[in-house]
Structures are given as C-alpha cells and as structure tokens.
C-alpha cells in the first residue's frame, strides 16, 4: 500500500531543496560482489559497514535495475557541503527532499547541516531506517513512499494508482511560481545508469514544456551523471564527438555548473551482473548543477512552439555535417541565404558548427516570419529516440 507522509504547515510557502539518489527500484543478487563495492571506502566501522549491506540484502531481490548508493560517509559530508555552501538554513530555512534515499547515507549528512528534509524511497524495505532518522533528527525529517524516476512517466499512472508530480507537490504544499521568480526547488540526485540518456530526454522535454516539475517554476537540478554525459552538456562546436543535441537545448536552456566529482568507490553498485562498466574504481560521477535561465522563454520560443525547436535541433544533429542552409531550404519559405545573412550566420555552416545561442536566434527569427513549414516536423517519441547516441 503506497504510503504518503503527511506534511506539516512549516513546509508550506517555504524553499524546498530537492535531494535525491533518483535511482531505479530496488536489486537482486545484492550477496555478490557488486554488493561489496564502494563498502571499502565506507568509514572503518565494521557496524555501519553490516548495517548499511544488511539493509540492502533485505531489498527486493526482484528487479532487474541497477542502482546506486553514495554510501562513503566522507564523500556524503563533501556532498552535503556544496549543496548548502554559503545558506544560512535557519533564517532560509532550506529544506531537502531526497528521492530514492536508500539506507540514508547522505540523508543523514544532510540533516546534519541543519537542514530539514523530505525523504522519498520507492523501496518499502529502507522505509524503517528513514523512520528511524526521523525520530532521531525530530522535526527535521519527512518520509514519503513514492518513486520520483516513474513520476509522471506514465500518462496513464493514475489509473494505477502511481503518484503524480501534482498530488505529490499537493501533498507536500509546495506551490506555483512564475518563472521568472527565484529558484523555488532543487533536486539532487543520481541518474540510473542504465537508462541515463532517457532520463536526461524525458526532462529535457518537461522542461520545455514546463511540464511535471518545472509546471512550478524554474527548479534546480542537481544531478550525479557520468563522465560522458557531463562532457555532453557543455561541449562546443568543434566537437564532433560530444557536441550533440543534448549539448543545445541543455545549454540553451541552463545554466550549467559542475559541483563535484565523486569516484565510483564511494558508491554501493548493486547489479545482476558480475561485473559492470559502472563498477569501475577508476570511474567518476559528476554532480552538475543545471538552473534554468529566466529569459529561456521570449515572444518566439514559447511552451507552446518549444517542442518544434527541439525537433529541429535533434533533425539538425541526424546528420550533423550538412550544409545548415539546406536544411533551413527545407523548413522554411524564406530565403534561407538571406536568412543566415540577417543573423551574421556564416553561409556554409554545418549543423553541427552552429552555436546553442545561435540556435535559439535562428529558431527565434524564423518563428518571428511565421514561415516555418510545421509538417516536416514529425512527432518523434522521446523514449524511442535513437538521433543522439551516448
């Protein structure tokens, strides 16, 4: 039975930060070797080191998804430092929500910066640890039963009983905001490996959508990825290999920042598999920090036109060396010479050369002429897109 803390009045109005291991359900196979992972890094207590691997052994032993723990205290004291560098979090009075928070690791770091914290965790065997911080820390710590990475992945989740971003915030009192207000949200959290790319998609799309989360604002995400896929978000023209379209809409779209790097030894791995790329000791995970800019949306790139820009960005990378004109032949009914001219674009521009701020102009100016040819731009399922390959 899915359980929903109830929230008291102290969190209504109030800034929320958000931090989550936004991870997969929970593991299988968790007696092998890829449990003991990242325990060696763990502080030498043999105590926490069996507290934190019997909890996981006690998991669901029935999902076929990997996921990750920050399960080095030291590494989960760095963490919770960047995350509240320079918050005075009694008179702000920041609170954290953390999704997927397994054995608690950094929920306990983050209560100990005096912060007050609102737990997600899809996986009811970590549910009575959660609790057990909670009356331990008092007023500072709410549990909530629920799975942010299936939150509003599903049209059809109501029918099955799953939360919703609306009945979730509703639940929480978190509110409304315009968009150009501050930052009323921060998520932190780690991305399944597995399925990194398509979480990434998914929240491109809400975002330009202003959709699931971001219906309440310009929230924050603070997200652990891999190596690759930070080097995706800011790479530049000439980059041939990285610079995709996950690269524009990113950085058109965010400000983007790298917090911290965490190597894979501070984290407990569980997978079905022996052995896994992921489980590399020589691995790094990136914490980046991704806040959306105010002036994202103007009078020509709008949530109502955005999902176009997407799809000709992501057109533009399917063949990334074709000459930009003619594609712009294609789309469009003006001159597309004339067009590049009026933009100081120069003419035989690849797509794959052309800036993200270049982009968002170029896109801008055609909707401002209102002489795009929308049919060439079919529908295309971000799940099942295969344009950008990671």
């Given at each position: 039975m899915?359980?929903?803390a109830?929230?008291?009045?102290?969190?209504?109005?109030?800034?929320?930060?958000?931090?989550?291991?936004?991870l997969?359900?929970s593991?299988?196979?968790?007696?092998?070797?890829?449990v003991?992972?990242?325990?060696h890094?763990l502080?030498k207590k043999?105590?926490?080191?069996?507290e934190?691997?019997?909890?996981?052994?006690?998991?669901?032993r029935d999902?076929?998804?990997d996921?990750?723990?920050?399960a080095?205290?030291?590494?989960?004291?760095?963490?919770?430092?960047?995350l509240t560098?320079?918050?005075n979090?009694e008179?702000s009075?920041?609170?954290?929500?953390?999704?997927?928070?397994g054995?608690?690791?950094?929920?306990?770091?983050?209560?100990?910066?005096?912060a007050?914290?609102?737990?997600l965790?899809?996986n009811?065997?970590?549910l009575?640890?959660l609790e057990?911080?909670?009356?331990?820390?008092?007023?500072?710590?709410?549990?909530?039963?629920?799975?942010?990475i299936?939150?509003?992945g599903?049209?059809?989740?109501?029918l099955?009983g799953?939360?919703?971003?609306?009945?979730?915030?509703?639940?929480?009192r978190?509110?409304?905001?315009?968009?150009?207000?501050d930052v009323?949200?921060?998520?932190?959290g780690?991305?399944?490996?597995?399925?990194?790319?398509?979480?990434?998609?998914r929240y491109t799309?809400?975002?330009?959508?202003?959709s699931?989360?971001?219906?309440?604002?310009?929230?924050?995400l603070n997200?652990?990825?891999?190596?690759?896929?930070?080097?995706?978000?800011?790479a530049?023209?000439p980059?041939?290999?990285?610079?995709?379209?996950?690269?524009?809409?990113?950085?058109?779209?965010?400000?983007i920042?790298?917090l911290?790097?965490?190597?894979?030894?501070?984290?407990?791995?569980?997978?079905?598999?022996?052995s896994?790329?992921?489980?590399?000791v020589?691995?790094?995970l990136?914490?980046?920090q991704?806040?959306?800019?105010?002036d994202?949306f103007t009078?020509?790139?709008?949530?109502a036109?955005?999902?176009?820009?997407?799809?000709?960005v992501?057109q533009?990378?399917?063949?990334a060396?074709?000459?930009?004109?003619?594609?712009?032949?294609?789309?469009?009914?003006e001159?597309?010479r004339?067009?590049?001219r009026?933009?100081?674009?120069?003419?035989?521009v690849?797509?794959?050369?052309?800036?993200?701020?270049s982009?968002?102009?170029?896109?801008?100016?055609?909707?401002?002429?209102n002489?795009?040819?929308?049919?060439?731009?079919?529908?295309?399922?971000?799940?099942?897109?295969?344009?950008v390959?990671?």
């Amino acid at each position: 039975m899915t359980f929903v803390a109830s929230i008291c009045p102290l969190f209504g109005g109030r800034q929320l930060t958000l931090a989550a291991s936004t991870l997969r359900s929970s593991v299988r196979g968790l007696k092998g070797q890829s449990v003991r992972l990242g325990l060696h890094n763990l502080e030498k207590k043999d105590s926490l080191k069996g507290e934190i691997a019997e909890m996981v052994a006690n998991a669901e032993r029935d999902s076929t998804s990997d996921r990750r723990f920050l399960a080095c205290p030291l590494s989960a004291h760095k963490v919770a430092s960047q995350l509240t560098r320079g918050r005075n979090l009694e008179q702000s009075k920041t609170y954290l929500l953390e999704f997927e928070a397994g054995p608690g690791v950094l929920t306990r770091k983050l209560l100990n910066t005096g912060a007050h914290v609102i737990a997600l965790e899809s996986n009811k065997s970590f549910l009575p640890n959660l609790e057990s911080l909670k009356k331990e820390f008092e007023n500072q710590l709410e549990v909530v039963h629920s799975n942010f990475i299936k939150l509003d992945g599903n049209p059809y989740a109501l029918l099955k009983g799953e939360l919703c971003s609306e009945t979730l915030f509703n639940n929480l009192r978190i509110f409304e905001v315009p968009w150009t207000s501050d930052v009323p949200l921060k998520v932190v959290g780690i991305v399944p490996p597995k399925d990194e790319r398509i979480f990434i998609w998914r929240y491109t799309y809400f975002l330009y959508e202003c959709s699931s989360i971001y219906n309440y604002g310009r929230i924050e995400l603070n997200l652990f990825v891999s190596e690759r896929m930070y080097k995706v978000f800011v790479a530049k023209p000439p980059d041939k290999k990285l610079y995709q379209a996950l690269s524009v809409l990113w950085q058109t779209a965010c400000d983007i920042r790298l917090l911290h790097k965490v190597p894979s030894s501070s984290f407990l791995t569980t997978s079905r598999k022996k052995s896994s790329r992921s489980n590399s000791v020589n691995e790094l995970l990136y914490l980046v920090q991704l806040t959306p800019r105010k002036d994202l949306f103007t009078d020509f790139l709008t949530t109502a036109n955005s999902k176009i820009f997407i799809m000709m960005v992501k057109q533009c990378f399917g063949k990334a060396s074709t000459k930009l004109h003619n594609k712009l032949n294609l789309w469009t009914y003006e001159n597309a010479r004339n067009l590049l001219r009026d933009l100081e674009i120069p003419e035989e521009v690849t797509a794959g050369s052309l800036y993200p701020e270049s982009y968002k102009s170029l896109f801008e100016r055609m909707e401002q002429s209102n002489r795009i040819d929308r049919s060439l731009f079919c529908d295309i399922d971000l799940l099942a897109d295969d344009s950008v390959v990671l």
